[in-house]
């Protein structure tokens, strides 16, 4: 068994990252596997130098050992280019020139838009039907432009697909859910979806473990998977750690930090009592 546990360097975790760390190790150990931590860094405009080394360290406060040196996203885009490379192969990518202003605006004149607070808007598929003269045109002008999986084309190309989730049981894809989500852009030459399924198949993770509000991606995740003639690993979709209104922790949560945590005095069994009083709620 192979493990992960993949952060952005963009601020100190918190309890809820505690939780997820603690579970992926935990389930590791347990089944005599390996561990390994990766730093989920594609998004350079937000990653902060020193948090690689404070995310160890909070790891380590915790008794948390990984296998191996970590890696870093930033130092695989050749990877993610290659993946992308065959996906654009089997002719299920298209450029999409809308604004993010534009995708909102259109959104709004098609009556089932989510409507969900914080969730993704799912991109209406504007760009998805231009001919391939009017693609090239724009972009021999130079339109800025990202590239989206086109998913109706790919799930067809694909058939039916499951996934394991061992917290839910057999679970059928559905392709649709996110909608034709974006692989890659000008100014980072992949996306989280690509990036993530590129990486768990480089370092043989065999169970994936990550908070339930990720189920939905994992079934564009298993999409790519097929696409790209990769293993599927075993999901565990985990609760989330929440504060005492119930809301999900997030990285502005500063007085529930791991550092801050520590600052204050608290042990890391601490934490464990912590994580077990949220989870009780």
């Known amino acids: 068994m192979i493990t992960r546990f993949a952060p952005s360097p963009t601020g100190h975790l918190h309890l809820g990252h505690a939780y997820a760390a603690i579970f992926a190790y935990e389930l590791a150990m347990e089944n005599s596997g390996r561990f390994l931590l990766r730093f989920e860094d594609i998004d350079v405009t937000r990653v902060r130098s020193r948090y690689y080394l404070a995310i160890e360290q909070d790891l380590a406060w915790l008794g948390i050992h990984w296998d191996g040196v970590a890696i870093k996203q930033t130092d695989r885009l050749p990877a993610y ?6 996906l654009k192969s089997l002719d299920v990518v298209y ?12 959104l709004k004149s098609i009556a089932h838009a989510p409507h969900d607070a914080g969730e993704e808007a799912i991109y209406p598929g504007t760009c998805r039907d231009l001919s391939p003269t009017e693609r090239a ?13 086109n998913v109706r084309l790919a799930s067809e190309l694909a058939g039916p697909l499951m996934f394991e989730d061992k917290m839910k049981g057999l679970i059928d894809v559905d392709p649709l859910l996110l909608g034709d989500v974006v692989l890659a852009r000008k100014d980072i030459a992949t996306s989280y979806h690509l990036a993530v399924v590129t990486d768990d198949d480089f370092q043989e993770v065999t169970d994936v473990t990550r908070g339930e509000d990720l189920l939905s991606s994992t079934h564009v995740h298993r999409l790519l998977q097929h696409l790209l003639n990769m293993a599927a690993p075993v999901y565990h979709h985990h609760r989330l750690i929440v504060d005492k209104a119930g809301k999900r922790l997030a990285k ?25 009083d949220s989870l009780n709620n």
Do not use: V, Y
């Open 252 to 276: 502005r949560d500063a007085d529930l930090s791991l550092a801050t945590l520590r600052q204050q005095g608290r042990k890391s069994g601490d934490i464990l009592e912590m994580l077990c």
């Open 81 to 86: 280019i290659e993946s992308l490379n065959k």
């Open 137 to 149: 045109d724009r972009i021999g002008k130079g339109a800025a432009h990202c590239l989206r999986l």
């Open 95 to 106: 450029p999409c020139f809308c604004t993010r202003r534009e995708i909102q605006q259109e």
